[in-house]
């Protein structure tokens, strides 16, 4: 059993910033990546950012530069930093992690209920 909650999505005004945050808990025994996707109405689901175990990170160009992924490796848990967003930013953002469990070792893609965020005047 593994669950990711999120938090700190609401509306923001372009320009300002905005800091998500994703806590895994349950029967953990390993994390490896952990990350961020966003999906807007109509749209599929796209990747935001990444960070592995090590802090190696990975983002997509139209996020490079504003957004910043890091982790508290220790607490299981990730977060975003988001600078200047702007109105295409609007989502719906879900945290990930592949994680193992304790009963079985196996790895495993585990996702958040979402959170949203809403850039706007």
């Known amino acids: 059993q593994v669950q990711l909650v999120e938090s700190g999505g609401g509306l923001v005004q372009p320009g300002g910033s905005l800091r998500l945050s994703c806590a895994a808990s349950?029967?953990?025994?390993?994390?490896?990546?952990m990350g961020w996707y966003r999906q807007a109405p109509g749209k599929r689901r796209e990747l935001v950012a990444v960070?592995?175990?090590?802090?190696?990170?990975n983002y997509p160009d139209l996020v490079k530069g504003r957004f910043t992924i890091s982790r508290d490796v220790a607490k299981n848990t990730v977060y975003l930093q988001m600078n200047s967003p702007k109105p295409e930013d609007t989502a719906v953002y879900y945290c990930?992690?592949?994680?193992?469990?304790?009963?079985?070792?196996?790895?495993?893609?585990?996702w958040g209920q979402g959170t949203q965020v809403t850039i706007s005047s």
């Open positions: 349950g029967t953990i025994f390993r994390i490896s990546d």
């Open positions: 990930y992690a592949r994680v193992a469990q304790t009963t079985t070792r196996v790895w495993g893609d585990y």
């Open positions: 960070i592995s175990s090590g802090g190696s990170t």
